[in-house]
């Protein structure tokens, strides 16, 4: 089966900083999604990302916050911006295996001081 | 947009017996849904999920019954064990390798020996 690694898998980063996220697939993808999750919290999408076309945020998140790329169909960076505290969480990225079958990377665990 | 509910949000059974978690969604649309175990530190990993086209799918001690009329569906967890015990998230989607998966707020299963 498929498997999804990301980089880095933790960081403490300062305020102001940007961070960005490497997620990577071992077999080619159709989409590839972000999220975002509290400790203790559920999943929350911030984005999809297709190949080739511009991501397609989600409700209370913004490009200019969450840049992502797509470049190819086994690899997607998310860049958290001008980090503040509140977005100290977990950013998973995910990829779909077969018709909405997720399946999810390790998880990056961040935290902005 | 989809709005999946859970409950319970905490569940404590003893070894052996069964566990139910139940979700409801708004989307009729929506004709996917896959459900995640997720232990502390983890990523979710998908344990199973069903299609609209069928009413209940069952995989060993585990089992999934759909309603599409009453947009509702539970899981159901038979001769649970300590291992079972973690966060269990359910989801909907409109089942396309394009379509987002919306996360349900989660159920925390405590098994007790």
């Known amino acids: ?113 | 947009g989809e709005n999946v509910e859970q409950h319970p949000s905490t569940l404590s059974v003893q070894e052996g017996d069964s566990a139910v978690i139940k979700c409801t969604y708004s989307d009729s649309a929506s004709n996917y849904f896959p459900w995640y175990k997720q232990e502390l530190g983890k990523r979710p990993q998908l344990i199973i999920d069903i299609r609209s086209n069928v009413g209940e799918k069952k995989d060993q001690r585990i089992a999934v019954t759909l309603n599409k009329t009453a947009k509702h569906f539970s899981l159901h967890i038979t001769e649970t064990q300590p291992e079972d015990s973690a966060v269990y998230f359910c989801a909907a989607s409109r089942g396309t390798s394009y379509d987002k998966v919306i996360f349900g707020p989660g159920t925390s299963l405590s098994v007790i020996p």
């Open chain 1, 1 to 113: 089966s498929a498997v999804i690694s990301q980089k880095p898998s933790r960081d403490i980063c300062q305020r102001g900083t940007s961070l960005t996220i490497q997620c990577q697939v071992d077999s080619q993808v159709t989409m590839m999604f972000w999220y975002r999750q509290q400790p203790g919290q559920s999943l929350t999408l911030i984005a999809t990302a297709n190949q080739g076309s511009e991501a397609t945020y989600e409700s209370g998140f913004v490009i200019d916050k969450f840049p992502i790329s797509r470049p190819n169909l086994t690899f997607s960076t998310l860049t958290v911006s001008n980090m503040s505290p509140e977005d100290s969480s977990i950013y998973l990225c995910s990829g779909d295996r077969f018709y909405n079958e997720q399946f999810f990377g390790p998880g990056t665990r961040l935290t902005v001081l």
